[in-house]
């Protein structure tokens, strides 16, 4: 089993940055593609940025130029640096994990943008 916690979430104003943290843990033989998805209220999950072992990334448009993935073999952990943050971006932000050849998915993290 593969356990993820997310952390870095908060309120923030309109403009400002956030760094979202995604650690995986337990039986860790193999991590493929690691991404964040995001989920606000009344709308379909989606994807916002993913990042595979040889560090290429992919990203939502409304992610380009305002977001950041980075990970950290080494650690199994995963980052999104958010910054020009605006109210849209409000969301539960997720961390999904491909290891082991199988997919895992973090409890989330709450962002909040404010006016």
């Known amino acids: 089993q593969v356990q993820l916690v997310e952390s870095g979430g908060g309120l923030v104003q309109a403009g400002g940055s956030l760094r979202l943290s995604c650690a995986a843990s337990?039986?860790?033989?193999?991590?493929?593609?690691m991404g964040w998805y995001r989920q606000a209220p009344g709308k379909q999950r989606e994807l916002v940025a993913s990042?595979?072992?040889?560090?290429?990334?992919n990203y939502a448009d409304s992610a380009k130029g305002r977001f950041t993935i980075s990970r950290d073999n080494a650690k199994n952990t995963m980052y999104l640096q958010l910054n020009s943050l605006k109210p849209e971006d409000t969301a539960v932000y997720l961390c999904?994990?491909?290891?082991?050849?199988?997919?895992?998915w973090g409890k989330g993290t709450l962002v909040t943008v404010s006016e």
């Open positions: 999904n994990v491909r290891a082991n050849l199988r997919d895992y």
């Open positions: 337990g039986s860790i033989f193999r991590i493929d593609v």
């Open positions: 990042i595979n072992t040889y560090g290429s990334t």
